[in-house]
């Protein structure tokens, strides 16, 4: 959330910062800045009308000693100030709420060292990593691949659950929970604490992180007296973890990583790249959060994007590095990096993890604090990336090492999670007619 004093302040300049996402987007300061000067002059009536009100009161007891009635009479006058300052306060209190509903709709401005531009047609390509793949064959897709060996079956998970579901079999179902333990080992090794947080959490936690109000339509929640939303990620559990906390400055910064299953109704995306593993409803994802100073966000920034890419540097995946321009950065974010993994088999670079510097945005939602040198509380600033997505390294790996013969290689790093498995080959498993 945007500071209010500082947008009131040059709202002109919030103004061109975000005209750099949209020109819609600037749009939505201009009730911000009418509700602003209506909170001023109220603040100045309500001033006013107080020291009205005790001045009043201060006379009514030495009037009611000299004259009654006029004591009376000031009495009634005070009260009348009374309820009127009851009233304006009032007032000032609905256009206060109404302005933070208002600013909980704005979104992050870009940092000065975004790219502008509309759309991922504007990113910026920063740099490559990994050799591309060669193949004397034509390669397939992981659809393709996970069905022929057997161990990616999306029939059966659509009888259980519908649709942008998947049921992984055997060396696949091993895969994944070995690349979740692989990223945690080398996160943790890196100084990353690691963290099992609950997956369902309150609507106050994900207005905090940024998921609502505005995206609402996105997210699955459960019903009844009290419902929970499921996480989208666990960026939202690992920063809620200390809202409303003032951290020592020699805390920071602090570095969580967690595993978690992710929960997206993503009801834009009917037919955008919903083809086996990608935009699944639920997939799992190692998620780095930190919290820190201000004045080391960038710094750290730059460090968390390098912890991400180490994992598929250490997987001998073919990936890039995309810096966001201002039109396609997400809703929290001041400035974000995409790692893109390339897939031989679709031919197109895809989104494995996107890394954040929200600076002091979240923090003001969930009121996270840090004392600087003179001991005074200052807002921290928060940082998450995926560490990474689950399934898309396994898109990324049966893309990548696949063999003529249709099997998968098994990176050399990831064979002693396998039990020394080599390679994946067709898997066979119980399945009965259809009635």
């Not at 730059?302 to 995946?317: H, S």
Request: with cysteine; aromatic share 6%; net charge neutral.
């Amino acid at each position: 959330m945007l500071d209010l004093k500082a947008v009131a302040s040059d709202p002109e300049s919030f103004e061109r910062r975000l005209l750099r996402r949209s020109a819609e987007v600037a749009l939505l300061l201009k009730p911000v800045k009418d509700l602003a000067g209506r909170r001023r002059e109220l603040n100045v009536l309500l001033e006013g009308l107080k020291k009205d009100q005790s001045a009043a009161n201060a006379g009514v007891g030495q009037l009611m000693r000299t004259d009654k009635a006029a004591g009376e009479q000031a009495r009634t006058e005070a009260r009348r100030l009374g309820d009127e300052v009851k009233a304006k306060d009032e007032l000032l209190q609905a256009v206060e709420a109404e302005i933070e509903r208002l600013l909980m709709l704005v979104p992050n401005p870009p940092q000065q060292s975004v790219p502008d531009g509309k759309d991922s047609a504007d990113n910026k390509e920063i740099g490559h990593s990994g050799v591309r793949p060669r193949f004397d064959f034509q390669p397939k897709p992981h659809w393709e691949l996970g069905e022929a060996l057997g161990v990616l079956e999306w029939q059966q998970a659509a009888k259980l659950s519908g649709s942008r579901f998947t049921v992984y079999k055997g060396a696949a179902a091993r895969l994944e929970r070995a690349l979740a333990s692989f990223f945690l080992d080398v996160h943790t090794s890196r100084g990353y604490t690691e963290i099992l947080p609950p997956y369902l959490v309150t609507r106050e936690a994900m207005t905090g992180t940024g998921q609502l109000p505005k995206f609402e339509e996105d997210l699955f929640r459960t019903t009844g007296e009290h419902p929970l939303y499921l996480i989208p990620t666990a960026e939202v559990p690992l920063t809620n973890l200390h809202r409303d906390e003032v951290l020592e400055r020699s805390a920071l910064p602090i570095s969580y990583c967690s595993w978690t299953p992710c929960f997206r109704a993503e009801a834009g995306a009917a037919g955008k790249d919903t083809r086996g593993l990608i935009r699944q409803h639920q997939f799992n994802k190692v998620e780095l959060v930190k919290i820190v100073k201000p004045d080391e966000s960038d710094a750290e920034h730059e460090k968390m994007l390098d912890d991400a890419c180490e994992v598929l540097r250490r997987l001998g995946l073919h990936h890039r590095v995309v810096l966001l321009c201002a039109g396609d950065m997400g809703f929290a974010s001041a400035k974000t990096y995409d790692i893109e993994v390339w897939c031989p088999g679709q031919g197109v670079f895809r989104e494995i993890s996107s890394v954040s510097n929200c600076e002091e945005f979240q923090a003001r939602r969930i009121r996270i604090r840090y004392r600087d040198e003179k001991g005074k509380p200052r807002l921290a600033h928060t940082l998450n990336g995926s560490g990474v997505a689950v399934g898309r390294t396994v898109v990324a790996l049966f893309e990548q090492y696949q063999q003529a013969d249709g099997s998968i290689l098994v990176p050399e790093v990831l064979r002693p999670y396998m039990g020394g498995m080599e390679r994946i080959t067709r898997q066979e498993f119980p399945r009965g007619v259809e009635r």
